[in-house]
């Protein structure tokens, strides 16, 4: 078991399951459905599922790669924790999970279940053929909020989009810091990246805009739905946070680059869905 979460680098998950949670009580809280533990339950399901199958594809698929790229030889396969065969079944028996799971929440999630797939598992290739690999992440992750949403109502709704993009841009943006790390090797292995297409400054000041987006994203919802004090509090701790990781990491200084990827965003996720959350609460 240790070393399957270790595949799929279980603790990332603290990045988009906050914001699965935001769509689901954004759902109980603001239409006539109630809230029931057992779609709780299977939307968490769901997003375990989808993730570890995204996560072991990509090393999966990377393996080759991962085992050149001196940052990278230590992930499992390279290492020969974890064989190839094994990853690719644990991906496979983690997409029928997927699929299974959503079968019995409502015939909407069911039906869009493949296209979920679709995305998650085909990021994993992009960065073979295009730059824009980061926000083909950000759009992967950025389904657990429309999707938890869904989960609890079978339709979709703009709010909850609002939050999606908020999630696509604050990715794509802090996977484009996370790869300034390779950009040297992206470069010498034919792989693409904003790094190595943009270069290091052109590369934070893109990641940097992305973040303007998403903090946008995360304001428009005060416009379409009641929200609370707590809720503005939460906007203000999550922008923070997004200057605050902008200041760890400079084109001549990437010391810093893993805490701002891992610390900064795993807080700013967490505690911004805390605010949401108790916000809610207390409009109650």
Not at 42 to 55: G, I, L, P
Not at 85 to 93: M, N, P, Q, V, Y
Request: charged share 10%.
């Amino acid at each position: 078991m240790k070393k399957y979460l270790s595949l799929v680098t279980f603790s990332h998950t603290i990045f988009a399951m906050p914001f699965a949670f935001i769509g689901f009580f954004l759902a109980v809280t603001t239409t006539s459905y109630h809230f029931e533990w057992q779609k709780l339950v299977m939307m968490v399901f769901c997003m375990v599922f989808a993730r570890n199958s995204a996560m072991a594809f990509n090393r999966y698929l990377d393996r080759d790669i991962d085992i050149k790229n001196p940052r990278t030889k230590q992930r499992d396969i390279p290492a020969g924790r974890i064989s190839p065969a094994a990853a690719l079944t644990f991906t496979i028996s983690n997409c029928l999970l997927f699929i299974g799971t959503t079968w019995f929440i409502n015939p909407l999630c069911f039906y869009l279940s493949p296209v979920a797939l679709l995305v998650v598992l085909g990021y994993s290739a992009t960065k073979r053929f295009t730059a824009l690999c980061h926000l083909v992440l950000g759009l992967g992750l950025s389904l657990a909020p429309i999707g938890a949403y869904l989960v609890v109502t079978g339709q979709f709704a703009l709010t909850p989009l609002f939050f999606s993009l908020a999630v696509l841009c604050w990715v794509s943006g802090f996977d484009i810091i996370y790869a300034l790390q390779d950009e040297d090797f992206d470069r010498s292995e034919n792989l693409h990246s904003i790094p190595a297409w943009l270069g290091k400054v052109n590369a934070l000041r893109l990641s940097t805009f992305l973040h303007i987006l998403s903090a946008s994203f995360v304001i428009m919802p005060i416009f379409f739905t009641h929200v609370g004090v707590l809720y503005y509090v939460g906007i203000l701790f999550f922008c923070a946070m997004l200057i605050y990781q902008h200041l760890l990491v400079k084109p001549n200084d990437l010391s810093r680059v893993n805490f701002a990827f891992m610390t900064t965003n795993g807080i700013a996720s967490v505690v911004f869905a805390v605010f949401f959350l108790l916000d809610r609460i207390f409009l109650k």
